[in-house]
């Protein structure tokens, strides 16, 4: 997929309506093969306990983005290698983590796009806890499932509606 989140703030710059998105930028690092991903959103909420994205990266991702609001912890790892392995295997565009991950040069194999906080070694415990499908508001901006997310080299982009990729001109 060919897009450029600079491209799109472009075009919607003048946009007032909160259709259109942006996320701070210098929040997140990159982790995954894929420096840029795009998708539908599906959400989750946990609080070091990864049980719901290990239940979801293990089924079918049809090309959908895991947005996980993990509280901001950087006590621990919401997503690690095999995790990101399935997510991959599944067919998830990617993850945008509002926490941490691990495994990085496991990470760095997966072929998709994983933002995360940071990263620190320690694994969660599962307990079975944390919701799906639910209505987040991460950095001023709410992000619902069924949301556009859009990640490349510039940004963060979120779209109430699929934005039309550009062709590339080379």
Not at 99 to 115: N, S, Y
Not at 159 to 164: F, M
Request: glycine share 12%; hydrophobic share 45%.
């Amino acid at each position: 997929m060919i897009f450029s989140t600079c491209d799109f703030c472009d075009a919607h710059k003048s946009d007032d309506t909160g259709a259109f998105r942006v996320l701070p930028g210098g929040l997140y690092a990159r982790y995954g093969a894929l420096p840029r991903f795009a998708g539908p959103v599906t959400t989750v909420r946990c609080l070091e306990d990864n049980s719901m994205v290990k239940s979801l990266v293990e089924s079918a991702g049809h090309g959908r983005v895991l947005v996980v609001d993990g509280a901001g912890s950087m006590r621990r790892a919401l997503l690690g290698g095999n995790l990101a392995a399935a997510a991959a295997k599944n067919g998830w565009a990617g993850l945008l983590i509002h926490g941490c991950v691990r495994d990085l040069a496991e990470l760095a194999a997966a072929q998709l796009g994983i933002l995360a906080l940071g990263h620190v070694p320690m694994p969660t415990e599962r307990r079975g806890q944390g919701a799906v499908d639910l209505v987040l508001q991460m950095h001023g901006q709410t992000i619902r499932p069924g949301d556009w997310l859009y990640a490349d080299e510039d940004g963060v982009v979120i779209s109430a509606q699929p934005l039309h990729e550009r062709q590339d001109a080379s």
